[in-house]
């Protein structure tokens, strides 16, 4: 087993081990839905999702094809689909700004959607939960537009560009904290609390074809500029003594990365953690090169935020911790391993 | 292939780095460039390479200006190798010389037998096959740099430009890696400190002070007493020790 090995023996490891954690995903959205305040039965789950797909017309409770496949089905793949994309996102910011701390919301994205989502439950600017996706959205971008200014377009380096995101970050959230300070209710202060730390409740399946398209299409973009991010290896110029074009890559890379973030926090909120801890474990488990590392990252962070969307509704009953609060004590001990195995030798 | 620079200017805000620049190379010729810190020898060869985009002045390879020519074109046929160029990612030694292939392959592509033969050949150059599983981490700083060279090979360039290959490695390093750049049938140009080393294993010398080219022709006729004296501020004693033109430096102390 030799995961560095793009061929031969390389090649039939990934496959296996995406087989497995694919395997392993369906049997998480699975349970996904049939674990809550009205559990219903696995083979009952099974028979509503084969419903639902049209595959069989097997005659079971109404109530229950409805709560599998309206309700339960359409959150647990929106949540496989969030922590896909968060993963992916944070595979492509560690390599391209060369930083293992990099993760989906350097670039102040997740601060610039709370504020957008804070001026419409405070201010009530619009109304309704589409309109709070919208503004959320509206704020992720103009974050990543501040940040794309700050840093040139990306082109004054790294370590310029992680700054612009801090600078862009907290400026954000400064406005958020003056927003609610100034404007908000207790209850109000509330609710913005449990968005920014986010929640699956409410996603339905026209959510779940919105993100399936931008985290496809964005996985598929990545997936073709991932043998230029293997050239980042060893720093900006040596990409492009590789024949990269640096610069563009760079950009169309933090445009994606900024869409599909901007997309899953304005639908379910700042999801931490995900984005920091999956790339690194997937990086244990198949190897540096983005190739295999993209859809092992998908794949994994796909399974983990089924599983924490599962954790947060079973931890207390009859109550839903924020999905934010899981992801973290979840993924801080399961970091802490990682970083003990992997710490030098010396 | 030979490399034609021409009138080569190029600075930062006000101050000049480099400042009109012309000299060049015949094909498979071995040229050093030497010169005090803060030079300009690192900003020349990054010029010549096309990694930056000189203010005025133009650069041919072959008789073709590189400003001309795409990016990754550019890549097939000329090579740069960093002065310790750096990563934290886990990578085996391996990985490190496959990215060598990147210009050649496309988005799709395969990993090809051309490929494949390119990445072996360039280990066993550097005499690195049998440590191709090691990881990045775990290599001297000598081994680092072979292994950068190798990664330069396997780019099958015409032209390799190297900055400071040589620093901090120990002296049988130096000389191994430098007979290698040598040895080689391509073209190369070596930004390098040591002068016995330049004099040594450089079919010329290019000498350059505050941006400006000062001197270039065979060893013997650049390193002289004078120049030592005037460029590095150094009082040295030169000798040319036998037939084949290539001087030794002996400096003095006081």
Redesign the interface.
């Given at each position: 087993m030799?995961p560095?090995?793009?061929?031969g023996s390389g090649a039939g490891w990934l496959a296996l081990f995406l087989v497995l954690v694919l395997a392993v995903l369906a049997f998480a959205v699975a349970l996904a839905t049939a674990i809550g305040d009205y559990s219903i039965g696995l083979r009952t789950v099974t028979l509503a999702i084969t419903n639902g797909l049209g595959l069989t017309g097997a005659d079971i409770p109404p109530i229950e094809e409805s709560v599998v496949w309206d309700l339960r089905l359409s959150r647990a793949l929106v949540a496989a689909l969030a922590g896909a994309g968060l993963a992916i996102c944070g595979a492509i910011l560690q390599a391209l700004l060369?930083n293992?701390l990099a993760e989906p919301f350097v670039l102040g994205v997740s601060a610039g959607a709370s504020t957008g989502a804070v001026c419409v439950i405070v201010l009530g600017i619009g109304a309704g939960s589409l309109s709070l996706s919208a503004g959320a959205f509206a704020g992720a971008f103009a974050a990543f537009a501040l940040v794309a200014i700050l840093s040139n377009g990306a082109t004054s380096g790294p370590n310029h560009t992680i700054l612009a995101g801090v600078a862009a970050s907290q400026l954000f959230n400064a406005l958020t904290s003056y927003v609610v300070t100034t404007s908000g209710n207790a209850q109000q202060a509330r609710d913005v609390m449990f968005w920014l730390l986010g929640s699956f409740g409410g996603v339905r399946w026209p959510d779940f074809q919105l993100l399936c398209a931008v985290v496809i299409c964005g996985l598929a973009i990545c997936l073709?500029?991932?043998?230029?991010l293997?050239?980042f290896?060893?720093?900006d110029?040596?990409a492009?003594?590789?024949?990269?074009?640096v610069a563009r890559i760079r950009l169309i890379l933090f445009a994606v990365t900024a869409m599909m973030t901007a997309t899953i926090v304005s639908m379910v909120g700042s999801i931490g953690f995900v984005g920091l801890v999956v790339p690194h474990a997937a990086?244990h488990l198949v190897?540096?090169?983005h190739l295999r590392l993209l859809p092992a990252c998908a794949a994994v962070g796909a399974v983990f935020m089924v599983l924490a969307d599962i954790a947060s509704r079973v931890i207390v009953a009859q109550q839903t911790i924020p999905i934010g609060v899981v992801t973290a004590l979840v993924g801080v001990p399961f970091f802490a391993i990682i970083l003990y195995r992997s710490r030098p030798q010396t | 292939m030979s490399v034609v620079a021409s009138n080569l200017v190029w600075g930062v805000r006000r101050k000049r780095i480099v400042s009109d620049v012309s000299l060049s190379v015949a094909q498979g010729e071995t040229l050093g460039l030497i010169g005090p810190n803060g030079s300009g020898k690192s900003s020349l060869l990054?010029l010549l390479?096309g990694?930056r985009r000189p203010q005025s002045g133009r650069v041919e390879i072959s008789g073709q200006d590189i400003s001309q020519i795409p990016?990754?074109?550019?890549?097939?046929q000329l090579?740069?190798v960093?002065q310790n160029?750096?990563?934290?990612?886990?990578?085996?030694v391996?990985?490190?010389v496959?990215?060598?292939r990147?210009?050649h392959?496309s988005?799709l592509s395969g990993?090809s037998a051309v490929d494949e033969l390119a990445v072996a050949s360039a280990l066993e150059r550097v005499d690195m096959t049998d440590r191709r599983?090691q990881p990045w981490q775990t290599l001297s700083g000598g081994e680092r740099q072979r292994v950068h060279i190798a990664r330069a090979l396997a780019?099958s360039p015409r032209v390799m430009f190297l900055d400071e290959p040589t620093n901090h490695l120990d002296i049988h390093h130096q000389i191994e890696i430098l007979r290698m750049v040598r040895d080689l049938d391509l073209t190369s140009i070596v930004a390098l400190h040591d002068l016995n080393l330049a004099a040594l294993f450089c079919d010329r010398i290019a000498v350059l002070q505050n941006g400006v080219l000062v001197a270039c022709g065979r060893p013997a006729e650049v390193l002289t007493q004078s120049l030592l004296r005037d460029i590095f501020r150094v009082q040295a004693e030169v000798n040319n020790i036998d037939q084949t033109g290539r001087p030794h430096i002996r400096f003095k102390t006081g």
């Open positions: 030799t560095s090995d793009e061929t060369r293992a073709w500029m991932a043998r230029a293997d050239a290896t060893f720093g110029e040596d492009a003594a590789l024949g990269v074009p990086r190897g540096p090169l | 990054r390479a990694l990016r990754r074109a550019l890549a097939r090579a740069f960093q160029a750096a990563t934290d990612t886990n990578v085996s391996r990985d490190v496959r990215l060598g990147t210009p392959r988005a990993w599983a780019q």
